[in-house]
């Protein structure tokens, strides 16, 4: 089992900055790609950004690129995503997931961080 803890989210003005992270823990040595997904009010959950343990990085949400990054710290078993001139319609809960295989299926989810953009 891995668990997923993610912490970083809060409350920002549109235009600001703020870096997530998800400490994993547990069987690790089992996951083959990590993601960022954001569930905004009274929509479905999206996936937003998705990275390999070797570190091939994948965009899914359009409406990021040029503003968030996702990254891994394979020594401290940490996923990060850093996001920028944040706005409004970023507002949402975000949920790191680890998969175990590469057929998109992800295995294992944090508890989610809520992260407030105002306008």
């Known amino acids: 089992q891995v668990q997923l803890v993610e912490s970083g989210g809060g409350l920002v003005q549109a235009g600001g900055s703020l870096r997530l992270s998800c400490a994993a823990s547990?069987?690790?040595?089992?996951?083959?790609?990590m993601a960022w997904f954001r569930q905004a009010p009274g929509k479905e959950r999206e996936i937003v950004l998705a990275?390999?343990?070797?570190?091939?990085?994948?965009y899914y949400a359009d409406s990021v690129k040029g503003r968030f990054t996702i990254s891994r710290d394979t020594a401290k078993n940490t996923l990060y995503l850093q996001m920028n001139s944040l706005k409004p319609e970023d507002t949402a809960v975000y949920y790191c997931?680890?998969?175990?295989?590469?057929?998109?299926?992800?295995?294992?989810w944090g508890q989610g961080t809520q992260v407030t953009v105002s306008s």
């Open positions: 997931a680890a998969a175990r295989g590469s057929n998109g299926r992800y295995d294992y």
């Open positions: 547990g069987g690790i040595f089992s996951v083959y790609a």
């Open positions: 990275i390999t343990w070797s570190g091939v990085t994948t």
